[in-house]
């Protein structure tokens, strides 16, 4: 054998001794919550090994603890899977804030948040990233990569989309996005249906996944070309308007606070969404901190806000004010309220009907705190009629499922990826629990939550 293959097989055989004598980690008699069936399993020890979940036991069903292995005293602990935010922004709007990603991370871990689902960023910065949490893995969240935002010529959001007009030049740009390692295709407002249809077929044929904020290419359309997800409650609700616009002396703003969710055209585009078993991701939050209430101190001021990076608060109050001088008129605050309150109730409407939702927040757009906003998700998601076991689902194996990443990520079983976050109370009985973090464990490493969101770089 040749001197430098001697080499590298001695360096790989040390690693894998290493690797090997890694002590285990048992967390023993915590409830865990079963994300497939949506119920919280008590008395149960979790055996991690590596990087991965060895087996769970009962006390019907004990298993073997290996020797030497460290424990976490689970009694009195539940835990739940790495949570996944399914809307997230890793370049856009913190350029605004003259940040980078790396500067946010450990607030998403901090906050049990062990995996981000990028939806249309700058295609170098995020690889960038991407090579940056792969290599810090103890600060960052695993990255799911997403294309540029698919758009109409010129893009809504100028350079951070990728205009295309042509569907003939979808198979060289789903290829090339492709070779950038994307899980995610994203259509955007001024794509139109001839090339929204051909990225949903080309990225299928590649085992990808297309989601899409809409805009001139309907919901209804988009369902029915096979799109898989769709962003913001907006890709619902802006679609189940009759034709024709505001009646005479109605307002646009009076007419959205009036919709009518039971209309023919709501009823048939919500059985269509359950029928294909579309992913709807609301992003409530984003519509209630930035787009809606940004007037009321409640939410411009909210506690999580308090604890995010100096560059980033300054945009988020310098946006705030911007608004206040253009959009914000008091005099509408209550039918904003009641557009808000329809966005909620349209949200309990598509999980009742059995449409498998999402849990994104669309941070860090104003008011969306990294980490932070992925719990005021979770209870809004609950305040709109959906059960804390049904929102858990759309933060775990939801998103793993619309990722096709179920085979590893989403839920607390053997042979899965070791992420999972140990709270101090039960999340089923408040969703507000969810925010009650002992430890943070991703890929078989315990980590300190408080240590994590002190790791916040402010400059």
Known sequence: MPVGSRILFAVFAASQLLTAQAPALVIRGASVFDAINGVMLPGRTVVIEGDRIRSIGSPEHPVRIPRGAREINGRGKFLIPGLIDAHVHTTYVLDFAHMTGDQIFPLFLGNGVTSIRSTGDLMVAQKLLARYADEHPELSPRMFLCSPLIDGNPPYHGYWGRPITNPDKVPEFVADMAEWGVSTFKLYVGTERPVGRKVIEEAHKKGLVVTGHLGKYSAQDAVADGIDSLEHIWGVFDFIFPPGGPKPGETALERRANVDMQSPMAKDLIEAIRARQVFVDPTLVVFRNMILLADLPEYYQHADNSGMPEPLKKYWLKYRADRMKTALSPETLDLRKREFQKYKELTGILY?????????????????????????????????????????????????RVLHAEGKLGSIEPGKLADIVVLDADPLASIQNSRKIFKVIKGGKVLDPHTLLKAVRNN
């Open 352 to 400: 009742r009907a059995g449409v498998p939702l999402l849990a994104g927040t669309d941070t860090p757009e104003p008011f969306c705190p990294p980490g932070f906003s992925l719990h005021q998700e979770l209870e809004l998601l609950v305040e709109s009629g959906v059960p804390p076991a049904a929102a858990l689902q759309a933060a775990t194996i939801n998103v793993a």
